[in-house]
């Protein structure tokens, strides 16, 4: 190849980058300390009934008396790892019966909803900026008769389980029971949901996407999911579980066709599709019939909600748990209620709900090409539509088609799963597994990088600075960028990952901490019948039917016919994508992102089989523990500081800016904008809070009663922030066809940061109120 000379233009732009990076490190530097501030406010809102007259309630502000100080000193995040608690006492559990202990339970861990990155398309400025939906963790605990064993089953509505996550929450696990719930038989599991926020990672490479480390959502996370478990822990009781399957149909395509096949047409020819279709559902039941949760494992992107969004929310799998749980907790508020519902993550990674598929958004036609770009524009341009008007209604019709195939597969379900539980667990270093392809030739896994691919993003959510998928050679500009600013990639790296032109060669990169993981957890926890896979990542849709055929192929050779296997993805460390070998050779965004090399399934096949023979041979003891992951101690500091809170002159917080009209119809938008403050400082608040409420007025009971909070669909809370501390926050309440008629009012519930003279920060509670408006049939 010939010698490339660079324009001025390429020349300015090293230049320009070389002196950014300088800046950046410098920062890097002078932020490598301990992560940041705990806020922890109490005085937070219950919002019970009150009683008012809506001809005698206004337009009101209220501000709590109460403060909370917050430290203005940088607090250690080694104070995540708590003091040792009292060891909970095991309940006493009735043993005479046929079935499982089954717990449920479902907590709060929706973390900031402002000045905090958004986890999942890694776009620099889509920031949060208010709420559509709560997140939540759900957590399943099923026991044996006797106790004698048991497994947990938490899936979250996050972006995907960060080891540093689930390290903390396994800590404080074992502070609280010991060593009923331990690294092998509890599961975390991310939903992947792009609308949750980031900030809770310690590996450089999500750190930077995160831009910092956010203490207040790591520590709400963990609180929640460990919440979550609390309550199931508390509620179990003696119940058996059914399993069902059936296909979903007109919710997925496959976003990377042309790397499905390159897959052997022998094996594709045992398919129909090149997405799963199959949901696999577990129901659970008391012992008199009576309902308690469902898991449903199912594989499909929650990127309906695409990077132009910045309200947090659950996307269309939460959107499918949202509507179960409704229907099940009659009368009950988004959130609250018995009955539990996790649409849980499976081999999603080439997988798009965004069924209308790829065009080019500047003329409209097909982009569905290999290197997914336009003849004008290029990939930037090459984005896919979901079926609905805009992304919240695809959201809705995908989440709703969901829900209806698993309530109907849940309805239907009569096939019981018994049989002992168990659960076996190792940490590997994937950067040094040995794969034995056959009887005699072997390869191994690589330290982990990134292709150019992966800086292309995919059809659901294009990079910004216009890479192409597919592409199997480097480009000498942004390799001189990288060498420049990095170091080179070594030759090993380079032929261990071969045809992957490397564009970060992370696994060589050391600072501040390490880039990316190199100990993995495994893991397969088994209730009867079924084994449940832990993944790591993101398998591709044939990597996930060659692991479950493996596995399911090693319990039979041992004895156990019949399993069915389920693949639950982004559980207990997030290591980006797994494709198999053969679409590993065409280098699109999955195989670009697969970083330990073109042998990580076949790696994870051979480890996945050595858990399911260890259970199948009840030699799980005999299993070596592996390397434990580190836990860093000093993270970067988000970039986003905090600042205190004002309110316009003549003005405070909660005051009515902009009031609602005086009537509404059904299928109309209640607006309501009142003078705000940072949405962060309400983090730290209990769990199963609000930032708003629409309330009926009762005039039976002369009280005012919730019909709505900021975990209801048809609401929008939007944080818009000023100049200089002030900012404003819109309550919207797209009302519904089922509203009743009557009079309603709209309620605020924030904090604002107050700070005086070399005194510490305080965090003050305050609520502000509508005047009446009624709400009128069409």
């Known amino acids: ?62 501000q709590s008396s109460t403060a909370t100080q ?45 000045d905090i990155n958004m986890m999942g398309y890694s776009k620099s400025g ?7 939906t709560r997140l939540y963790s759900r957590a399943f605990i099923m026991a044996e008769p006797d106790g004698s064993n048991r497994t947990v089953f938490v899936s979250i509505d ?96 496959n976003r990377s066709p042309y790397s499905y096949l390159q897959n052997p047409q022998s094996e594709r020819a045992r398919y129909s599709s090149n997405t799963d279709k199959e949901m696999v559902v577990l129901k659970m039941v008391d012992l008199n019939g009576d309902d308690l949760g469902l898991i449903s494992w199912f594989a499909i992107h929650p990127v309906s909600m695409n990077n132009s969004n910045h309200l947090v929310n659950s996307d269309n799998v939460g959107y499918a748990s949202y509507l179960f749980e409704q229907e099940k907790n009659k009368g009950y508020l988004p959130g609250q209620g018995p009955f539990v519902a996790a649409f849980a993550s499976s081999n999603l990674g080439d997988v798009s709900p965004n069924i209308l598929g790829p065009h080019c958004i500047n003329t409209g036609e097909s982009c569905d ?50 049989g002992p539980l168990a659960s076996a667990h190792q940490w590997v270093n994937m950067t040094d597994v040995i794969v034995w392809l056959n009887s005699t030739h072997a390869a191994k896994t690589c330290k982990p990088a990134l292709g150019y691919g992966f800086a292309a993003g995919t059809i659901d959510g294009v990079g910004s600075l216009n890479f192409t998928q597919g592409k199997t050679e480097g480009d000498p500009f942004w390799d001189t960028i990288r060498d420049q600013i990095l170091g080179k990639p070594s030759e090993e790296i380079k032929e261990c990952h071969k045809p992957k032109p490397i564009l970060l060669h992370t696994g060589e990169l050391s600072k501040p901490h390490p880039w990316h993981p190199d100990i993995v957890d495994v893991q397969i926890i088994n209730l009867g019948s079924l084994a449940i896979t832990a993944i790591p990542g993101e398998f591709t849709t044939m990597s996930g039917r060659r692991l479950r055929e493996a596995v399911q192929a090693e319990f039979a050779s041992h004895g156990m016919q019949n399993m069915t296997v389920v693949i639950s993805g982004l559980c207990n460390v997030y290591t980006h994508y797994i494709a ?42 005999d299993l070596s523990r592996g390397p434990e992951p580190p836990f860093f101690k000093q993270l970067i500091l988000p970039l986003i500081p905090n600042i205190v809170d004002r309110a316009p002159i003549g003005r405070t917080f909660g005051d009515v800016l902009q009031p609602a009209k005086r009537k509404y119809r059904v299928g109309e938008v209640a607006e309501v904008i009142f003078v705000g403050a940072n949405p962060k400082n309400s983090v730290q608040n209990e769990t199963h809070q ?35 501390g002030l900012s404003n926050a819109t309550v919207e309440w797209h009302i519904p066809d089922t509203a009743q008629p009557g009079i309603y009012r709209i309620k ?25 408006f009624e709400v009128v049939t069409t």
Request: charged letters at 15%; hydrophobic letters at 35%.
């Open 580 to 621: 198999t070998y053969e679409e590993y050779q065409a280098q699109r965004y999955e195989a670009a992102s697969t970083i330990y090399g073109p042998h990580t399934l076949s790696a994870y096949i051979q480890l996945f089989r050595n858990l399911a023979k260890a259970i199948a041979t009840d030699t799980v003891a």
């Open 126 to 132: 889509q920031n949060a900026r208010g709420i559509l």
């Open 158 to 253: 996050i972006g995907m389980v960060s080891q540093r996550l689930r390290l903390e929450v396994l800590n404080r696990l074992q502070n609280k029971y010991g060593s009923l719930y331990r690294r092998d038989n509890v599961i975390l599991s991310g939903t992947h949901t792009h609308s949750g926020p980031a900030g809770y990672f310690q590996y450089t490479v999500f750190v930077i996407a995160s831009e910092g480390f956010s203490n207040q959502t790591f520590q709400h996370m963990v609180t929640g999911i460990l919440k979550s478990i609390d309550i199931a822990h508390a509620n179990m009781k003696p119940g058996k579980l059914f399993i069902n399957k059936g296909n979903v149909d007109g919710v997925q395509i």
């Open 1 to 62: 190849m010939a010698k490339r000379t660079f324009s001025n233009l390429e020349t300015f732009l090293i230049f320009l980058l070389v002196m950014m990076t300088a800046i950046t490190v410098a920062l890097l530097s002078l932020l490598f300390i301990t992560s940041g501030t705990i806020e922890n406010h109490k005085g937070s809102h219950f919002f019970s009934t009150t009683e008012s007259s809506p001809v005698t309630q206004g337009s009101t502000a209220t």
């Open 70 to 114: 917050s430290s203005a000193a940088t607090q250690s995040s080694t104070a995540t790892q708590t003091s040792p608690e009292t060891s909970t006492p095991e309940p006493p559990l009735f043993q005479n019966f046929s079935g499982y202990h089954i717990g449920v339970g479902r907590a709060d861990c929706t973390g900031q909803v402002a």
């Open 369 to 418: 090409n290999p290197n997914s770009t336009c003849p004008i524009g290029g990939p930037s341009m090459c984005i896919a539509k979901g079926p609905g008007q805009d992304m919240l209604d695809s959201t809705q019709i995908i989440g709703r088609t969901m829900y209806q195939r698993a309530k109907e597969l849940y309805a239907s379900a009569s096939q019981e799963v018994t």
């Open 748 to 772: 605020y519930f924030g904090h604002n940061r107050k700070q005086d003279i070399l005194k510490p920060a305080v965090i003050l509670s305050f609520e502000g109120t509508s005047s009446a």
């Open 690 to 724: 609000t930032f708003l409420t629409v309330e009926k007025y009762e005039a039976t009971s002369t009280s005012w009663q919730i019909v709505c909070n900021d975990a209801s669909w048809e609401t929008r809370f939007y944080w818009h922030k000023g100049l200089l």
